[in-house]
């Protein structure tokens, strides 16, 4: 296989999808399976159709972190910008105006559609099939990975979600559907994720492949929202010393830091295609998030070492001050105009400001640089997003052992210090509590730990937490826990989630 960046070159021309703009990709136009994989590069071209999808999840990032306590949408001053983000920021969304979650709900089914073209072939020919080659039940693996993958992106975001794992949807099928109930989602997952974790390597000679300790991670992190605490905490042993944290915490988000030593899966953009899409933004190659967050009018300063950006996702004072004295992470996670503004005092700070809504910070993780995109500038960055973080399993690993049928509080404060030491650089910060102050501790280390990241909103959903610290910011317990099924899918057929 060719490097995982380099998709689409391979993708068009060894196999065209259609898209349908109702739910899912369709059948490959004039391709049937027994047609068509007769190579091991015809089943490495087909696999890079399933991960390609993954470049399209930076929008799940951008709605959760918006749904969050931790951001404001911000953006342009005029004409509404960026209305789905304005409106779940203001928790006032509704299921026509979502554009981007309409966006979020074809492109995983999209995903689910691209891997089971290669599960329903093995179906079909798992007696027959005479393709022989090294690593084929390996490639499968990242199959059953990538597919768990898309389903927990939908079932944590819009909760019961239509299942289908034996055949590829064609436009006659997307009437027919029904929504499955969330606990039954959770169980294929759980079945792929196992079925994964047989099959694959624990280190793949390319990066951005799904390894083994990727799919146990992604296990742990399923079992923790089903507060299976006992089985999390064994899943995410298996992980635990594999990986290890890099010294200095803002090198992670360089490009020099993608898929270092604590990069667990690694969501890769590339600005290698001369192709672009303003129509279908998520069908590039680039990571349009960091275009999303970066300082509005920036060009007006000679010198600086950032892009223009469109000022969206603002971290608010509420997460700043969240940040205790000598934490490192915190300059790293936000970017504070004035403390900017004081180092640099040559800077014109009106550029700085951002023009709605303004709070004094950027989203410093994902700040767009000067020199790492090209062609079409907006939407080429290649920024990766480290998906799952070693610090994530720690953290994890630390709520899973607290919350455990037997807790084993020790080990969960080994787990939750580790992170702590890094962010502090010394011992001194170590946590030594129990019980549930122990456990709203790690929560908290997570808030910390992966802001803008996009696991904020989920973890105080999961945890039950979400209507407490919510509510003042329009938060309503019995709808917001989910977002609105897309109203096109409403249409043809499918239930709304409660309250829309």
Not at 238 to 265: D, T
Not at 466 to 490: D, S, W
């Amino acid at each position: 296989m060719k490097n995982i960046k380099i998709i689409q070159y391979f993708l068009v021309i060894l196999i065209t999808f259609s898209a349908c703009d109702d739910f899912v990709d369709v059948d490959p136009i004039g391709v049937e399976a027994e047609d068509y994989f007769n190579s091991e590069e015809e089943y490495e071209s087909a696999l890079l159709g399933a991960y390609d999808l993954l470049q399209a999840t930076f929008q799940n990032v951008l709605i959760s972190v918006v749904a969050s306590d931790d951001i404001i949408a911000g953006g342009d001053a005029f004409n509404y910008d960026q209305p789905t983000l304005q409106n779940i920021n203001s928790m006032i969304h509704t299921p026509a105006d979502n554009n981007q979650l309409r966006e979020v709900w074809q492109l995983m089914y999209a995903g689910i559609n691209r891997a089971n073209y290669l599960h329903q072939y093995k179906l079909k020919n798992i007696a027959g099939d005479t393709v022989k080659f090294a690593g084929k039940d390996a490639l499968y693996g990242e199959v059953y990975f990538l597919r768990s993958f898309y389903y927990f992106s939908l079932v944590r975001m819009f909760g019961d979600v239509p299942l289908f794992v034996d055949r590829r949807l064609g436009v006659e099928d997307t009437r027919t559907l029904t929504r499955s109930p969330k606990a039954n989602v959770y169980k294929q997952i759980e079945i792929d994720l196992l079925a994964a974790i047989a099959v694959l390597p624990v280190v793949q000679t390319e990066k951005g492949r799904a390894t083994k300790y990727a799919a146990q991670a992604l296990l742990g992190k399923v079992y923790l929202y089903q507060n299976k605490y006992t089985e999390a905490a064994a899943m995410l042993e298996n992980v635990i010393g594999k990986y290890s944290l890099v010294n200095n915490f803002n090198s992670i988000f360089l490009l020099a830091g993608e898929n270092g030593p604590e990069s667990v899966f690694e969501i890769q953009y590339s600005n290698g295609s001369a192709t672009y899409d303003w129509g279908h933004p998520t069908r590039n190659q680039g990571n349009l998030l960091v275009q999303q967050v970066g300082v509005r009018g920036m060009s007006g300063i000679n010198g600086m070492p950032y892009a223009d950006g469109w000022s969206t996702n603002l971290p608010t004072q509420n997460l700043a001050s969240a940040f205790t004295a000598g934490d490192s992470r915190k300059a790293t996670t936000i970017f504070d105009v004035a403390a900017y503004k004081t180092a640099n005092p040559s800077f014109d700070v009106k550029y700085l400001v951002a023009p709605y809504r303004n709070t004094g910070f950027y989203d410093g993780k994902f700040l767009p640089r000067i020199g790492e995109t090209s062609g079409q500038l907006e939407l080429n960055y290649t920024n990766n997003f480290r998906t799952i973080r070693y610090a994530d399993v720690l953290l994890m690993a630390a709520e899973a052992n607290n919350k455990a049928t037997a807790p084993n509080d020790i080990k969960a404060q080994t787990y939750l210090n580790e992170v702590r030491r890094r962010a502090f650089g010394n011992n001194a910060n170590d946590i030594s509590t129990t019980g549930n102050t122990l456990y709203d501790a790690i929560l908290n280390e997570r808030r910390l730990e992966l802001a803008m990241e996009g696991e904020r909103f989920f973890d105080l959903v999961r945890t039950g937490k979400a209507a407490a610290i919510l509510t003042p910011l329009g938060f309503r317990a019995g709808k917001h826990e989910v977002f609105p099924i897309p109203q096109g899918e409403v249409d043809n057929g499918l239930s709304q989630n409660p309250n829309y």
